[in-house]
Structures are given as structure tokens and as C-alpha cells.
């Protein structure tokens, strides 16, 4: 007789599922009784996010609690959070902006103890996921900085800025369980995939302190329009790239004033 783990991996497989074993073993981890296994099985067998499915993903070597709905952390994302972590100080104040799960300013925050972190999302579920990973204090509800406290203006050290960055055409090419399990205004960036990172930069020189850095994930494919528009404002580009991670990232540096 097939044991309740082999019967999900089997379930799994049939999904389509590539990693049928390690799920199974996290959706089994997850599930304090059989009726409760059913329903996770089979939400993930309908193609929704292992990562929402069983409520966190580890990223960055931290525990990020999910919420159905919510943009999972990529791997690929760690980039951002070394180049953040390089350009901060334990007195620093660190913005997540578009913060999603709030995963990036917490791998951050765990790197660079003693640092003051804000983070903020127009979508309340993902504010409200956020608050249940670095606590409700300083995280905010709004669009861009318009959510940030007044008094931060002219004083974040480092603004990482993860904004969507997927062109609108192609989004119904994207895996179907970011495509109809995440917030599309998490994934599409407009024409070019840009149209967010410019919003940000338009107001990004007058939050940033001297010497501040904001930082962004792209493609390879958008570096040369990226570096465009960080020079069409008064910040430095720089471009860097983690072969092993596939990840692209352009930051853009306020002079000292």
C-alpha cells in the first residue's frame, strides 16, 4: 500500500510538478491533518505557488511568511540584497519600496543590524505581509513615496526600489503560477517594462540623502534604457550582473552634496 507521501508525490507528478518530492515533503510539513493536506494538494495541483500554498519561502536563508495573492521572493533577487547590504550602515535608513512580502528589506535588515527599515506597497495584502515580517511599525500603504513618511524626504541611504519590470506584451508568456496566482501590478511594467522605474526616479533625487543609492532589478535586454533614464536625472548609473543568479540590477547614486 502506497504511503499518504508517496500518494501526493504521485498527485504531484501528474500536476506537472518538476520537484514532485521536495514538495510533497514541505506540503506534508505543512499540513496538520489529512483534510488539510487535501486542500493544499490540491491548490497546488491547480497550479497556484508552492511558496503560497504552504505559506512562506525561504529566501535569503530567512523564513518569509505568504499570503495567497502575494509576489514570491525570487532567488535571482539576492543581488539586490548584497548590493544593499554592501551600501549600509548600521545607522542607515533603508527603504523596500514596492516591498511585496517585505523579504528583500528583512534579508537586508538581517545583514545590517541596527539600520532603520521602512517599506511600503500600494497593495494592502502585501502591506499587511510585510507587517507579519518586519513588524507594523514602519510599514506603509500607498503609491511609491507617497506612502513614506514626510521626514524621510532627503534621508534614505539606500532606496531598494523592486518595481515591476515585465513589459505588458510580454506577460501571457509568463509561468502560469506567476501569471494567474500573482497581483499583475506586481509583474507588468508597461510598453517597455520601465514605465515604473521611471515613476520612481522622477522623485527618487529628493529622497535619496547625499551619496545615497537606489537600486532596481531588470533585464539584460533593458540595461541601455535603464542607464538612459538615471542619466536623464542628476544620479550616477551603474550596472551589475550575477551570472550564477541570472540577475541584472541598475542603481543610480546621488552625488555628495
Known amino acids: 500500500m502506497e504511503s499518504v507521501l508517496e500518494q ?6 501528474s ?15 505543512a499540513a496538520p491533518t489529512p483534510e488539510k493536506l ?48 554592501e551600501n549600509a550602515t548600521k545607522n542607515a535608513v533603508v527603504v523596500d519600496l514596492c516591498c511585496g512580502s517585505g523579504a528583500l528589506g528583512k534579508a537586508v535588515l538581517q545583514r545590517v ?26 510599514v506603509f500603504q500607498g503609491d511609491l513615496f507617497a506612502a513614506l513618511p514626510a521626514h524621510l524626504k532627503g534621508g534614505v541611504n539606500v532606496l531598494i526600489a523592486n518595481v515591476p519590470y515585465v513589459a505588458t ?24 517594462g520601465l ?10 533625487g529628493t529622497w535619496l540623502a547625499p551619496g545615497g543609492i537606489l537600486l532596481s532589478e531588470i533585464t539584460e ?3 541601455n534604457t535603464a542607464t538612459d533614464v ?18 541584472t540590477v541598475v542603481t543610480a547614486t546621488a552625488l555628495n552634496r
Do not use: W
Request: glycine fraction near 8%; proline fraction near 7%.
Open 230 to 247: 538615471v542619466r536623464a536625472t542628476a544620479l550616477h548609473p551603474a550596472i551589475h550582473i550575477d551570472e550564477d543568479l541570472e540577475a
Open 38 to 85: 487535501e486542500e493544499l494538494v490540491g491548490r497546488r495541483a491547480q497550479g497556484e505557488p508552492l511558496e503560497q500554498v504552504v505559506g512562506y519561502a525561504i529566501f535569503c536563508g530567512e523564513k518569509i511568511h505568504l499570503r495567497p495573492g502575494v509576489f514570491v521572493p525570487r532567488v535571482r533577487s539576492e543581488l539586490l540584497v548584497r548590493i544593499a547590504a
Open 221 to 223: 535586454a533593458q540595461i
Open 15 to 29: 500536476a506537472g510538478c518538476v520537484f514532485a518530492e521536495e514538495e510533497a515533503a514541505m506540503l506534508t510539513g
Open 113 to 138: 543590524p541596527g539600520m532603520a527599515l521602512y517599506a511600503a506597497d500600494s497593495d494592502p495584502t502585501a502591506v499587511a505581509c510585510a507587517k507579519d515580517n518586519i513588524g507594523p511599525e514602519n
Open 169 to 192: 506584451r510580454h506577460i501571457p508568456f509568463l509561468p502560469a503560477e506567476a501569471r494567474d496566482h500573482e497581483p499583475r501590478e506586481a509583474l507588468d511594467g508597461g510598453d517597455d
Open 8 to 13: 501526493v508525490i504521485l498527485r504531484l507528478r
Open 195 to 204: 514605465d515604473v522605474f521611471r515613476a520612481v526616479l522622477k522623485e527618487a
